[in-house]
């Protein structure tokens, strides 16, 4: 079993929509972290959390600590939003890695 | 699902000496690896891109000489810090790109301390 599990593993999307990426993890952590990755590219760290919730732009990533749940949204969606989005959740001197949600936004 | 290894996963070393990395994919063939470093409280950082058989491609300011990225095979990549001082004591982490799924999958990390 995966430490970290996300979903959708896969996820196409029109333009304009309004797009949720879900993280669960099995461990207690430090903190999680959103990654981006664009086809061929290295990654991108998007948020840092602990707690609460973070918004830069027009995404935002949320976290629950007590549920070992997090969220990153995104609104308003554009193609170059189009990526691999990855989450990591750090225990101690430990990362563990989501494999990542792969998003697709169409014109 | 598929897996990459690191070792060591911790190291500790004095001052001026090299330490080697190893980063393995164990389980599929791998013609492209990245190598991360992750300080404190920061976020990860793309330090290079190894392709197989072809010399690694380094993100600016990241200095070639010291960090030796050596992929000599499908299923290995070496990172060596050469000449290391208190600077580069970090977290470094690999990650392998399973081409054929198009899906990357990460190494443990490697905790770096250097004396």
């Known amino acids: 079993k995966n430490e970290v599990e996300q979903s959708p593993q896969n996820l196409t999307a029109q333009e304009g929509e309004f797009i949720t990426i879900n993280c669960s993890y099995s461990?207690?952590?430090?903190?999680l972290h959103w990654l981006q990755q664009h086809p061929g590219g290295g990654i991108v760290s998007l948020f840092m959390?602990?707690?609460g919730k973070k918004k830069h732009g027009r995404l935002i990533a949320t976290i629950n600590i007590q549920e070992k749940h997090s969220s990153l949204h995104i609104t308003a969606s554009h193609p170059r939003d189009s990526a691999v989005y990855i989450c990591?959740?750090?225990?101690?001197?430990?990362?563990?890695f989501g494999t990542g949600t792969s998003l697709t936004v169409i014109p | 699902g598929a897996v990459v290894s690191q070792h060591p996963s911790w190291v500790i070393c004095k001052s001026g000496t090299s330490v080697k990395i190893e980063c393995r994919s164990l389980?599929?063939?791998?013609?492209?690896m990245f190598w991360y470093r992750q300080f404190p409280k920061q976020s990860l950082m793309l330090m290079a891109t190894?392709?197989?058989?072809?010399?690694?491609?380094?993100e600016q300011g990241v200095e070639k000489d010291k960090f030796l990225i050596n992929h000599a095979s499908l299923t290995l990549s070496t990172l060596t810090v050469t000449s290391a001082h208190p600077e580069d004591s970090s977290f470094y982490i690999c990650?392998?790109?399973?081409?054929?799924?198009?899906?990357?999958?990460f190494g443990p990390g490697t905790r770096l301390t250097v004396l």
């Open positions: 990650s392998a790109l399973r081409s054929s799924y198009n899906e990357q999958f």
């Open positions: 190894s392709n197989e058989g072809s010399k690694a491609t380094y």
């Open positions: 389980d599929f063939q791998a013609t492209t």
């Open positions: 990591a959740v750090v225990t101690g001197n430990q990362f563990y």
């Open positions: 959390l602990s707690s």
């Open positions: 461990v207690g952590i430090s903190a």
